[in-house]
C-alpha cells in the first residue's frame, strides 16, 4: 500500500524559513518522481514543485521559484520541501505527491502538513 | 498555462442522484486529465485517469468521460460517502493545472 507521511509543518513568521518532509512507503521510491501541491485555507489545488526520480530535474510554479527547493534522498525514502523567504500567501496545506505514469499526472497523495505565515 | 474551467462550483444532490461535473480546458489537452475527491482533512484520492480509466478500487458508479476540450465525472447513483469536493488536473501541458473544485452536499 502507498504511503506519504508529510511532516515538517508550523507556525512561522513572514521572511523566515522551513522545511517540509515526506516519507515514502509501499513503492520503489526511487524509480518515481514525486511533486508537492498546496491548498491554501478554503481553496483549491495549487502545484508547488516536481523532482524527477534521480534527482536531477526539477520544476517550480511562478509563485515559489527562487525561494522553494525540491530536493529528495533515495536512501531514506524521503522527499524535501526547503521554504525560504515565506510569505502570508505561502500558507496552506502541502501534500506530498507522486507521479504516476507521466509528468504531472500525480497518483497518490499525502495527508498533508499546515505551513502558517503570519506575524 | 492551460486553464480548467470546471462547474458547477456546488450542487446538491440526494442519495441516489445521478450527479455530472464537468472540465472545460482553455486549449486541447488530449486525455490527459484525472478526476480526485477530497473529503476535509484527507489526502485527495484519484478517481479517473486519463480521462476515462477507472482507478483500482474505486466504485464502478464513478466514470469518466470527453478527450480534447471538455470532460465529465459522472456518479451514476450518489452514495453517501460520495458528499465531497471533486477536482480535475490536466497534466498535458506545463505547468499542471487544476479545476476551481465542485463541492457536492446533501440537499
Known amino acids: 500500500e502507498v504511503q506519504l507521511l508529510e511532516s515538517g509543518g508550523g507556525l512561522v513568521q513572514p521572511g523566515q524559513s522551513l522545511r517540509l518532509s515526506c516519507a515514502a512507503s509501499?513503492?520503489?521510491?526511487?524509480?518515481?518522481?514525486m511533486s508537492w501541491v498546496r491548498q491554501a485555507p478554503g481553496k483549491g489545488l495549487e502545484w508547488v514543485s516536481s523532482i524527477g526520480s534521480r534527482g536531477r530535474s526539477t520544476y517550480y510554479a511562478d509563485a515559489v521559484k527562487g525561494r522553494f527547493t525540491i530536493s529528495r534522498d533515495n536512501s531514506k525514502n524521503t522527499l524535501y520541501l526547503q521554504m525560504n523567504s515565506l510569505r502570508a500567501e505561502d500558507t496552506a496545506v502541502y501534500h506530498c505527491a507522486k507521479v504516476g505514469s507521466a509528468w504531472w499526472d500525480f497518483d497518490y497523495w499525502g495527508q498533508g502538513t499546515l505551513v502558517t505565515v503570519s506575524s | 498555462d492551460i486553464q480548467m474551467t470546471q462547474s458547477p462550483s456546488s450542487l446538491s444532490a440526494s442519495v441516489g442522484d445521478r450527479v455530472t461535473i464537468t472540465c472545460r480546458a482553455s486549449q486541447g489537452i488530449r486525455n490527459d486529465l484525472g478526476w480526485y475527491q477530497q473529503k476535509p482533512g484527507q489526502a485527495p484520492k484519484r478517481l479517473i485517469y486519463a480521462a476515462s480509466g477507472l482507478q483500482s478500487g474505486v466504485p464502478s458508479r464513478f466514470s469518466g468521460s470527453g478527450s480534447g476540450i471538455e470532460f465529465t465525472l459522472t456518479i451514476s447513483s450518489l452514495q453517501p460517502e460520495d458528499f465531497a469536493t471533486y477536482y480535475c488536473l490536466q497534466h498535458n501541458s506545463y505547468p499542471p493545472t487544476f479545476g476551481q473544485g465542485t463541492k457536492v452536499e446533501i440537499k
Open positions: 509501499g513503492f520503489t521510491f526511487s524509480n518515481c518522481a
